[in-house]
């Protein structure tokens, strides 16, 4: 049989040769494409690749997903065995043929027992008709280059057309020099895939994949003229995309395009009027793209200013948020639009806001405030690790990126490996980006697909829980509280209108209730009774009052006062055991109450020779318990837990707002001309001028000093530069025997927190405009809550 089949492939080889035009001999296996093929894989190793496409592995199969649909149940294949260069062609009906040069046992198939040969002539050509078992294919040879094909009708026309190879598919051929690569035919206005489709064009790609990550990169080309969209930007210069570090790392897909020269871009887009062209004239970089129902634009700009100019009898002032003014684009106001033919944008948009350098536009208010939000807490796409390992593959400049994760991934995907064939695939949990480079009259692509892992999803160190709204402006500053009832944690604050308000963690209120008079200072958590139901311990001007977790008073309390109270109320818990000691001053009088709301007899200190300047103050140095009052003269009074004087110190201070603190073994403080103060436990007084333009700011916490002087923070001596700015006063944070330091800057509103060693934690600055408080919740979990705008408190969790 083997002999036989060798005679018959002869015979048909002599045929074949004897009845094709000499103009038109095939030179190479090229030469033998059909013409309709809109699919073609060159490969120098044709059993490996059949392998590949019958594993299982979904990364691999992304460019040759339309293939292996086809040639995977042509069981008959497995016993093709060519040894020279091989193009396997399909079209877009689903025909196949596959086209090597010529030689002997290119089939093996001698063995089998159910195999048929039969030699068809038809018209002035003969071709093989191989059968077994149920498995059919035609094969015939011209010119030397052996046709294989799973349609004798298509073998017939492939034989009967003469020579001549696409330009576009002959010079990417050429430029793609890799032993397996694709090379796909896009159609113009095809309508099974036109979402990425802008005229008829070849690509061609070499790929690989490397575990999850699939790579190719590879050439576009016409065989007449760039098409139309590409053509628009082949004066272009590539340039860096840095869009994505502006986009939120939630979006669906965007389409992102760089220019070099925008008044070149604009000579070949539709007509624009002068305010348009003005526009776009300032900018550099442009994209559109989804995030779930909501659209946006992103336009990069040389001068964000001069851009907003350009359109401002487009904008009306609407809100600020965080910071931002958000601008209402008026109905007239399409600038943006559809007015520029080379970017595709359907979506109307309504919300415009500046960030940095780049204006975007959103289709609504909601949408421009959930990209604000997702900006200033640096939840990006170009942190995202999935991004950043396909970037790793692909260039940093690009003329058009394209970027899609799950439907939109899978949309650019089948565009670009399968534009023709009406396809079902639909692959999930991948990430895609696509870039054209595009040059004189063609364009360079590359293209990077990633399976979304978890451990690579966007790590998001710092997210935002709850944005808690309140009618009010909010007074003072809030505070966290446990709730056993809910076995959750609450957040208490105040407004101006006397009322108190306790907030769950995602912003449900709880309770509220008023108040004749404001707070005075901060409020304290307490546990009176030590079940580890916590209440809350403060004092208005004519009250002391501590009040459970449901807003209702506990008895005793409140104590009402005649005359007013004029600080802060105080609370000392000497020995850590809840023996707690309430300080009430008024004036000049200090008022010391246990926790059955009786005065404490053995207290014997009841008045200053002068009003008391700011809420007394209890630390414990070594062995011994002080407390502090300071005098508005700027004495300073220590005293014991009984009200004994124990140090004796003439010296007046000029305190600074932020008190006295421990230090050491020692008391230390900064005063207002900037003199750093410290008084040993003898009352020997040291004083140090510290060098500093602004006003120093000091906290301590055991052995742990911060100092603040402008934009330098002093760490237990690691020096840290902070940006330039307005800055709160460091504060000092211990949980679950961690340590933190937050710092706000009250210009551009952020919020840095670090560790003991002066490492900023990762997701830091977020957006906040108040000094920040830290908690460790009932659940284990670091919060901070800070302020958004003087009526909305912010809450994010520390992962």
Known sequence: MKTVLKYLLLISTLVLYNCTDPSSTAKTVWDTIPQNSTSVVKTENFNNFLAALKQDNSQESIATNGIAEILKSENLLQYFNPSDETLIAITSKGDFSIHTKWADSLLKIDS?????????????????????????????????????????????????????????????????????????????????????????????????????????????????????????????????????????????GATIISFSDSVQLLKSSEKVSIAQSTFFETLQEFASGTVGTDSFVVAKSLDASLSLESIEMYLTENVDYRGVMLYTIQEDGD????????????????????????????????AAEDYIRALQASIVLAKDQNYIALQNVLSNAATIVYIGRNNISNDI??????????????????????????????????????????????????????????????????????????????????????????????????????????VLGEITVIDLNKNRKQQLA???????YVIDNRGKDVAPFPIRFKDEVTQPLSVFDYDG?????????????????????????????????????????HLRLGSKDYILITED???????????????????????????????????????????????????????????????????????????????????????????????????????????????????????????????????????????AVLYRTTAKKLQLLTLGNDKQLLLYQIN
């Open 633 to 771: 003269t700027g004495k300073i009074n220590f005293l014991s837990r009984t009200g004994k004087s124990r140090i004796s110190v003439s010296d007046k201070f000029d305190i600074s707002e932020d008190g006295i603190h421990k230090q050491g073994t020692q008391f230390a403080f900064i005063t207002k001309k900037n003199e750093q103060v410290t008084i040993s436990q003898s009352g020997k007084i040291q004083r140090k001028k510290l060098d500093g333009a602004g006003q120093f700011r000091l906290d301590t916490e055991n052995n742990l000093i911060v100092l603040l002087n402008d934009n330098i923070l002093n760490i237990d001596g690691k020096i840290i530069e902070l940006p330039f700015g307005i800055y709160t006063a460091p504060h000092i944070h211990t949980s679950n025997k961690n340590t933190y330091i937050t710092v706000t800057e009250t210009q551009e509103n952020q919020v840095y927190v670090y560790d003991s060693t002066g490492r900023l934690l990762e997701g830091f600055p977020v957006y906040g405009t108040t000094p």
């Open 335 to 366: 600038f943006i639009n559809n007015k520029v033919s080379v970017l595709n944008i359907s979506e109307e948009l309504n919300t415009l806001f500046r960030f940095e350098n780049y204006l975007i536009a959103t289709s609504s208010v909601t």
């Open 538 to 544: 403060f004092t208005t001007k004519d009250g002391f």
């Open 413 to 518: 995907l089948v565009t670009t490996f399968e534009p023709n064939r009406n396809n079902n695939t639909n692959r999930k949990g991948l990430l895609t980006v696509k870039q054209l480079i595009v040059e004189k009259d063609y364009a360079n692509v590359a293209l990077a697909s990633i399976k979304e892992q978890k451990s690579n999803a966007p790590q998001i160190p710092v997210s935002q829980i709850s944005e808690i709204d309140i009618p009010n402006t909010i007074l003072g500053k809030a505070i966290f509280l446990n709730n056993t009832s809910s076995k959750k944690t609450n957040i208490i604050t105040q407004d101006i209108e006397n009322t108190l308000y306790a907030f769950s963690d995602n912003g449900t209120k709880v309770w509220s209730r008023n108040f004749d008079n404001p």
């Open 577 to 617: 055991n809840r023996k707690y000691r309430f300080l009430v001053v008024q004036g000049k009088e200090v008022l010391m109450y246990d926790k059955k709301a009786k005065t404490v007899k053995g207290f014997t200190f009841k008045k200053t020779k002068n009003t008391i300047a700011s809420s007394p103050k």
């Open 112 to 252: 089998l027992p159910n195999r048929l040969i039969e030699t068809l002539k038809i018209e002035k050509f003969e071709f093989q008709k191989i059968t077994v078992d149920d498995a059919i294919l035609f094969s015939a040879i011209k010119d030397s280059i052996y046709i294989l094909s799973s349609s004798q009708q298509h073998l017939t026309t492939l034989m009967r057309n003469s020579i001549n190879i696409q330009p576009a598919l002959n010079s990417i051929n050429k430029a793609v020099v890799d032993s397996t690569a694709i090379f796909t035919k896009h159609i113009k206005n095809n309508p099974l895939n036109d979402s990425l489709s802008f005229g008829s064009y070849w690509e061609g790609y070499a790929y690989t994949t490397d575990n999850d990550l699939f790579s190719a990169h590879g050439i576009l080309k016409s065989n007449d003229t760039l098409p139309y969209f590409i053509d628009s930007f082949k004066n272009q210069k590539p340039q860096p995309i840095t869009i994505p570090q502006v986009l939120p790392v939630t979006i669906d």
